[in-house]
């Protein structure tokens, strides 16, 4: 037996979208002062300001403290294993292209154990939007190395400091493929509802970095070590369209560090654009079962 | 009409165009309405080695590669040497004179050099075509069936090649019907064609039959046929098809492509199913159905890429930690696995449940006839308790109701609902008033995760029972196992999978050419287990010989896990290629004469 029910929607009153209408059944368990929150908080306030409704949108996380966050935000959401958001967010994706997909991450999440589906996926150019929680450290397994870790930082699987470069995801999505690359710092906040805003509507892959401290287990890249460094790309007069700007601002670090919008392009046409199976009857997952007699004729006549 | 049945071999070098002269001769057999079982062995090479395709076809049900071959055209010396010693009285060797040696050959063995020069003239790609020409005079089949097959193949490339063709086949043909002796029977024509097809299209066309919409792979031998199928009429039939960066990517993307709605599908082979594993086990968690084929070939490791085996019976039992529903079913021919996707993901979507199909590269990469009308495209379709938003593939659901946005935050919708039957109503992504969180952290009704309260004992222990609760049903919804030939008889043959077709025929030849009365017993589901009915069957069997393609008698274990039935003997072949009914036939002589009760045939042929 089955029991297909579609659910009608009720002509009554429009649901009024409140900052409210995103918030998740659950106060996030992050430690306080993680940073963390801020980037709940910016996207909550992203949706919110773009008027997205909380059944439209579906946030895909992986394994880690900030993998927590579907959790704590009233949308539909994927709480998937440890690195996959981005391939089960591209699955979902293409299923169902009408709906707004995030996913949403720790910097070992995506680019460590992860790394190989984000190297794909920005190259695919998808229309999907990821929001790195980078605190340069392993927060939900206490405090180990991660791909972000600068040289020379010492954690609990590091005892001597790191002797290994770590990932640097600006350069590295801009020549990927990503299509929206930015960087922001949970310490400011309104700056980053901007960069989310743009980054869900950008129509290809969008990644927004973030440095957003893990006060627990990374005393080296803290609030304090971040506020004075990171500069807005904004008041810079940025070209985000500029390459090379873009390659430059991309590789500075130290005492600037640039954070905003890095990169973007919209001359490239998105992996939805170049699939015409999707130009034509709504998302693939609400379409009907089955085929054609015709084209079942046609599928067998090629067997005889 | 007397019963037809004979084998032709083409053998080379990879490279060499054996797959043409194959399809060539498949297809006018199957046109003629004779059945056909066609197997390739090759090596995991494009070029040299050596590749020999066996095609056996008969008037009867043709359920293996056979023991015999009947015609063998060898394109290179080294078939020529390795195969012409195994032809029996009544067969023939057909080859190109001008280069190939003819060696020591059995008495009766016809020996049919063809002048190769002289009939191509300028075709220097011809001879194939003679070679094929000749068997099928031989099979006294007309010449026009053979002048439609290449008027179709060379289309493309204009009528004077087609012409060309034509009448360097029709040399062919009149050099043969001159100079050799033909077959004492008559390919029959039965009028009917059937079609022809590989397990892998097999698995494709079920999955299209089920209605699949996603379906993603990362290329593996032997699976990759069911990609490639895909591929090409994803965009006729409206399937979205991915090439993943790996197996990894492929499972996890199928998960949220059915999570959103569609139903998805991957296949692979072992190795890329091992990197599946743990999002197997998400969509155990999850409760999300999906359907994954794993083509098994030898392992472990890369193993032998081009080789057959059944040896990844308890990976696909032990796909994942932890306990979790799953369903295993293990096809055994190529249109059982047509029929079984459809089945397969009326069940995973009923149960909300990770579906494992385990074919192998015998009879996914195999050929073999079935009849048009039995590929059934229409197949039922059941989708269970899953809810979509309104408006006809307008999936935004514009919830203007004032419940729209609710569900996770307020309860009004328990994705995991604890339910007597375990089976929780499905929402997909999209819909008004269902929001929530599938997660694969342990959680409670609502998704909520276990571990952001306390990591509350009582609530684990029901949502495990949950799960594992909806398989009690499923059991009732599969057909078991029945028993094949005699109550009485002296021996039972247990097989899993795609032994049944070569274990049924050494069952019929044990009974007429060696005095044997055998029954068979063949297990196709996998989980859920029919213990019941097969305790019942087997504890009334005399003897238990289990017959399957790996080195530990994996079924074996299963079975007695399942039921404490121990078997008398086994059979296993391990060496990469598959039975043979002989192998079969032999191993239960010298069980039954109590030499041995461990079988292990080699293949006799190096291929
Ligand atoms: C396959 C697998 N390997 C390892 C883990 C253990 N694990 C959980 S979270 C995590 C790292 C988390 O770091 P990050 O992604 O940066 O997130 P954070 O906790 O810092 O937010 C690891 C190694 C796991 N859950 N799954
Ligand atoms: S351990 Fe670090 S990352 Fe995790 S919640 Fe605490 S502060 Fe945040």
Redesign the pocket.
Known sequence: MSTVTVVEEAPKQAAQLTKDSYKGKIHPD??P????FSVLSALQAALFELGLKPNQVLVVSGIG??SNLPGFINTYGMHTLHGRSLAVATGAKLANHELKVICTGGDGDGYGIGGNHFVHTMRRNIDLTYIVMD?QIY??TTGQVSPTSVKGMKTKSSPHGSVENPINPMPMAIVGGATYVARGFSGKQKHLVELIKGAIMHPGFALVDVFSP????NKDNTYQWFTPRVKALEDQGHDPTDFRAAMDKAFMWGDEIPIGLFWKRTDLPSLEDLEPVLHEGGPLAYRELGITDEQAKAVIKELL | MPTVDFAIGIGGEAGQGIATPGDILARIFARRGLNLNAYNAYQSIIRGGHTFLTIRCGNGPVRSMGDKLDVLIPLNQDTMDRHLKLLRAGACVIFDGDKLKPGPAAEGVQICAMPMKQLCGANKLGANTVAVAAVLQMLGIEFQPLEDVLSRQFKKKGEAVIAENVNVARAGYEFAAKNFKAFPFKAPNLGKGMAVLTGNQAIAMGGVAAGVKFYAAYPMSPSTGVLMWMAAHARQLGIMVRQVEDEIGVMNMVIGAAHAGCRAMCATSGGGFALMTEAVGMAGMIETPVVCVDVQRAGPATGVPTKTEQGDLWQALGAGQGDYPRIIVAPSTQLDLFNSIPELFNLCDKYQCPGLVLSDLLISEGTASVNPDDLNFKAKIERGDIIFPNGNGNGNGNGEGANAFSGYNDNAYLRYKNTESGISPRAVPGVPGHIYVAATDEHDEDGTLISDEFTNPAKRRMMVEKRARKMETVVNQITPPKLVGPDNAMVTLVGWGSTEGVIREAVEKLASEEGVVANQLHIKWIVPFHVEEITRILSRSKRIIIVENNYSGQFARYLRSETGIAAHGHVRKYDGEPFMPHHIVNAVKEQLAGATNLSVPTHEIYV
């Open positions: 992050w430690c002062g993680c940073g963390d403290c900030s605190n927060g939900l893990c006060v627990t287990y």
